[in-house]
């Protein structure tokens, strides 16, 4: 089964397909520059390596992309008695952390991966479904304090959605 991207993950995946596109045709540019000066019969046969080591990649990078772009799309949660994917959830947290309260955003793990440089600018906390915090908030109301590791804990205090997640 696919992993589904919530549309703000997609426009960030899409981002990085295009920068990628654009460094590789700048890297091919640059092998051509190589040869046009003059290089001599090592620099072709050099040339002639890198091209196809490019040319491997790209394909690669091409199927890669390809199979990313047909993960689904995440919809925004629709209830919101349990803690599901999708979910924005402020919570209070207890034992050794210094957090205090915050929203936290569950995500799948793609999604963690393409959208966590985004959440560190900010005050908001993304975890995937399959880590300690996500999983424990799995499934659980509000007024529901679960313990995540051994010192920690979290209070639900509000089930919400990101709408930055989802909406333009």
Request: aromatic content about 6%.
């Amino acid at each position: 089964m696919a992993e589904k991207l919530a549309p703000l993950a997609r426009r960030a995946l899409d981002t990085r397909i295009a920068v990628v596109s654009q460094k590789a045709e700048e890297l091919a540019l640059s092998y051509g520059k190589i040869v046009s000066d003059g290089g001599g019969d090592s620099y072709d046969d050099e040339f002639a390596r890198l091209i196809e080591q490019e040319k491997l990649m790209a394909q690669g990078a091409e199927y890669t992309a390809r199979a990313l772009l047909a993960l689904e799309i995440l919809t925004p949660p629709t209830q919101f008695e349990v803690v599901e994917v999708g979910h924005r959830v402020t919570v209070k947290f207890e034992g050794d952390s210094e957090l205090g309260e915050a929203g936290v955003t569950v995500l799948t793990p793609a999604n963690v991966m393409l959208l966590k440089d985004l959440f560190n600018q900010k005050d908001e906390i993304i975890v995937s479904d399959r880590s300690p915090l996500g999983s424990a908030l799995l499934n659980k109301r509000v007024g529901v304090t679960l313990k995540y590791t051994p010192t920690l804990f979290a209070k639900i205090l509000e089930i919400s959605v990101n709408a930055e997640i989802f909406f333009d």
